[in-house]
């Protein structure tokens, strides 16, 4: 017979065997040995691993998600550090000429930006080759080869690029800069970007109607900060000479209203989001969707583009312009109203950038380019459904709390348009041929990490 | 509910690994969300920890 003593040990012993290998394994599991680790996720079928898309008001959820406005967002756990993630996604797009998938990096709020879906990338019916991952798709004759593809993208100045970054300059043939400045009427509320092509020299003269701090960030084609200034006066100057040729971007802060831009340059497009101030409006856009939204009932008027008119009526409401063609004219009786594109907008008719290099959203068949290269490859069709992959390096991923953060842009989805995801994969990848106690050591790091 | 002496501290012994087990799994918790929550239910765990308290005040020695 065993003794109290033995007892009491053998129970203690047995107990905290069978809870610690439970820890163990729990861990083994997190680590992940095998590298890959795979969730699914949809409308119907919860994960804890995966948030529901949110915010709630922009998503009706039935068996599926129905994306009614843009941006959505979702978070995935990630339970060891990976290095690449992929997203398999089952979608409906009847909406959206294209749909952004992004995974959020940096500290702000910035987002590595993938193609899920673009209509004119579908339809076109170039030869094409897929390249190191890249779609290249050629317009020339009698090129279907790889290696003659190669050749050709070596030698063509016509390449149009799609989230590659593109080794060629930016060139518009026989452009010279206006001999004295020329102002333009813009009349703008508040913060917006613009893109401006500049040959040696930049020179842009703002003014502000009110009396708060204006930000004015400078930034080159590879998109590097080069001048940031801060002025509370109305009038500012921003000039830089000896400047490489290229498209440089120019964002603005400020809660005043920028009357106008008297400028050199010539081509001065205007990106995503701009308010725009009480009165007339003409602007040019090659979007293919814009979104307008009026404020208040000064901003309720008739709207017209391209021979149509379209009615703002209610305030608040988001009305859309769809399937828009490469240029739009758009004419603004009262203004008072906040536009919203995937495009660009010019406030001069004569000088609107084809496209931005490395960005291209637009190409038919009619395009002027011999090569198409773009990070994206055609859905599969499965039904009413298509499926498509996009996948992010995790080296720049902000992780918070162990989780990834995605955005989903769908401009033109709408309660009675939305966007459907049908399902959602998420695919970890390690890199593989790591030994257990590096995965191990990284593993504590990454916890550690998330614990600091 | 009337048990041996030696039943009883059988009894107390698994009542306390699973007690310190709750604690230690919290904190695992805790320091890493989602290690234990994903696989296993912290919830049940805790429910099993009350109704094992209360079934003890219940017993007594023989």
Redesign the interface.
Known sequence: MLSDKKIKFIVRIAGIVIFLTILICLILIDINLSGRQSIYVSAEDNNSKVSQIFPVSRTIVNDNWNIIDEPVYFTTRMSAPYDNVELKIKYKNDCCQQVLIGLQTGDNWSYEEELLDNKDFNNLAWPKTILDNLSVWSNMEGIIGESEIISGLANSDKIASYNIPSDKDYIIEDYSDYKAQQSININLIGDYSMLVYVNDRIYLDFNFIGDNISTIKLYDNSSNLIKQDETLDSNYILEMNNLKTGIYKISISTDNITSSIASINKYINFTNQLSLNGGKHSLLSNASTIRIKSLDYSGLQNIIYADNDLAIDTINNKYYLRDLSDRTYLDIPSGNIQIYSDGLFSFNDDYLLDFIPGSIKRITDESDYEYLIAKYHKPIIDGDYSINTVSFDLASATISDNKLRFIIGALGSSIDNPFIIESIEILYEKKSGLSFWTEFIDYLKYCWRNIR | MRLTK?QL??FD??FA??SI?WI??MI?EY??????????DLNIHFIILIILFIFRIMLKED
């Open positions: 030696r501290m059988i012994e698994i690994i699973i087990t230690i799994y695992a320091l890493k969300v989602g290690l234990i929550s994903n696989y296993y």
